[in-house]
């Protein structure tokens, strides 16, 4: 009996108040836009439901019964309740909405950051921003701690997800100043494997995806270091410890470190690592698509010229995606 309340529909609630307005059921239907039996329909399960007539259908225009007329009542209490919220989930989709919890990619935190709050801003009224790599923040967006992410991938095997495309960055070749020429594949393979390749660890989607392509190249590099954060992997090229690769924005990152390294253009077969904007699909409208043009605006006019700067055969290689269309 305590549920017996969620075998009322709105509905039915909404044609019997026409019901109870027009006086007819046939100018109810005419109003609600459905046939005359389909109001006749609804009528019967209402009063099934509660167990009484709901009208008298002896008088001309038809009337509420006093029964009737309690669920007229609560009836049209509920249709503009259901109005009102149906009109503020709009307008939040249009309008500047609440706190939203985003998770972002570390080696994103430093550049990226200031100009993501100030491009953003115009669409969210504030921010939860979480810094972490790419395995934290997928499990955060799927356990609902986090409710977008600008990520270092897609998540394509997670379902009901939407993501929007940002960009494709290459992976840039670090070695130390005064390292031979390595253009040629060959002297490539030759140097990869007579000197100490510092890694992304295992544990990251980074280490994972660089570690997958060296493979395909039959390329197993001695390595002695693995490291989770990009910075570290820099620093440890810059001390002459050994080669690294690391997407360009982890490059934009570590610049601190560059006085002591050299950029290559990865003489292999290229590869680039995904930015994406991820949500759980259809919960944010189309914020997420407005984040992702956000974060490509900043891609386009604040990484580039650095890019350009520092690496400029990267700008040939980046790879900027459309906007998504809402």
């Known amino acids: 009996m305590e549920r017996a309340f969620l075998n009322l529909h709105l509905r039915e609630l909404a044609i019997f108040a026409a019901i109870c307005e027009r006086g007819s059921l046939s100018l109810a239907a005419r109003d609600v836009g459905i046939t005359p039996s389909g109001v006749s329909h609804a009528l019967t399960q209402l009063e099934r439901h509660f167990g009484a007539p709901l009208l008298d259908r002896s008088r001309r225009p038809t009337m509420p019964t006093v029964l009737g007329s309690i669920v007229r009542r609560h009836a049209e209490l509920m249709i503009t309740q259901?109005?009102?919220?149906?009109?503020?989930v709009r307008l939040g989709f249009d309008a500047l909405l609440p706190s939203i919890r985003i998770?972002?990619?570390?080696s994103l935190a430093i550049h990226f950051l200031p100009h993501f709050i100030r491009g953003a801003k115009q669409q969210i009224r504030a921010f939860s921003i979480s810094t972490d790599f790419n395995n934290g923040l997928r499990a955060r967006l799927l356990d609902r701690s986090l409710d977008l992410l600008v990520a270092a991938g897609r998540f394509d095997d997670a379902a009901g997800l939407e993501r929007h495309d940002v960009m494709d960055e290459p992976i840039v070749l670090l070695v130390p100043k005064g390292a031979p020429d390595l253009s040629d594949l060959a002297a490539f393979k030759a140097y990869a494997t007579q000197n100490t390749f510092v890694r992304n660890s295992l544990s990251s989607a980074l280490g994972r995806l660089i570690d997958r392509h060296l493979r395909r190249m039959k390329l197993e590099p001695e390595f002695a270091f693995a490291f989770d954060s990009v910075d570290s992997v820099a620093a440890m090229v810059a001390g002459g410890f050994g080669w690294a690769l690391l997407p360009a924005t982890s490059i934009a990152r570590s610049i601190s470190h560059l006085s002591a390294i050299e950029l290559r253009r990865f003489p292999g077969p290229a590869f680039s690592r995904p930015v994406s904007i991820v949500a759980r699909a259809g919960e944010l409208g189309p914020?997420?698509?407005?984040v992702a043009d956000v974060a490509r605006a900043i891609f386009r006019d604040v990484y580039l010229p650095m890019f350009r700067e520092l690496m400029p055969w990267v700008t040939?290689?980046?790879?900027?995606?459309?906007?998504?269309?809402?």
Do not use: F, Y
């Open 287 to 290: 914020l997420p698509a407005k």
């Open 316 to 326: 040939q290689e980046v790879r900027l995606h459309p906007p998504t269309a809402i």
């Open 82 to 88: 259901a109005k009102v919220l149906d009109a503020d």
């Open 103 to 106: 998770g972002l990619i570390d």
